[in-house]
């Protein structure tokens, strides 16, 4: 996670629309000092308001996190809800959940609460999840089609 590189992107980005951090703000419903927040490299937004961000621009979460430089034109899909996505992922890595969690070194008491619905994964655990995996955070996240 680099907060800076992310700042810089949404920077970028907003330059580009010819925005400021208050008409974003206003644009999907997150908070001024939040956005402010994210400019400043003070905070990391959670996933949710990531993947916001991410659909508001027509980006990839990895485009705007800074982990790619370039941003291919891709359809991303809605975001499934994480515990229906964290199942698929076991899946098509063909891993029993406790494997899973073993390979990827997540705790199992975190796996079977996020697979609950009871918590949501955090921006560190996704990207840990996609370096683990050698995918994109969109895909873990369910964006890509």
């Known amino acids: 996670m680099n907060p800076a590189a992310f700042a810089e992107r949404l920077e ?15 644009a999907i419903h997150i908070s001024a000092p939040a956005i402010s927040r994210y400019l ?28 790619r430089d370039s941003d291919p ?14 199942v698929r992922l076991a899946q098509i890595y063909r891993l029993s959940f406790y494997a899973f969690c073993r390979s990827a070194g997540i705790p199992e008491s975190s796996f079977y609460e996020w697979k609950n619905g009871t918590s949501a994964p955090t921006l560190e655990s996704i990207e840990r999840l ?3 995996f050698g995918c994109s955070v969109d895909f873990i996240l369910g964006r890509e089609c």
Not at 51 to 61: E, G, R, T, W
Not at 73 to 86: D, E, L, N, R, T
Request: hydrophobic share 45%.
């Open 73 to 86: 034109a891709v359809h991303f899909c809605k975001c499934p809800p994480f515990s229906q996505q964290i």
């Open 12 to 26: 970028e980005l907003l330059f580009e629309r010819g925005m400021t951090g208050k008409d974003l703000a206003a």
């Open 130 to 132: 996609a370096d683990h």
């Open 40 to 67: 400043h490299a003070q905070r990391m937004p959670a996933v949710e308001n990531l993947v916001l961000l991410a659909d508001f621009f027509s980006c990839s979460v990895e485009f705007l996190l800074g982990r």
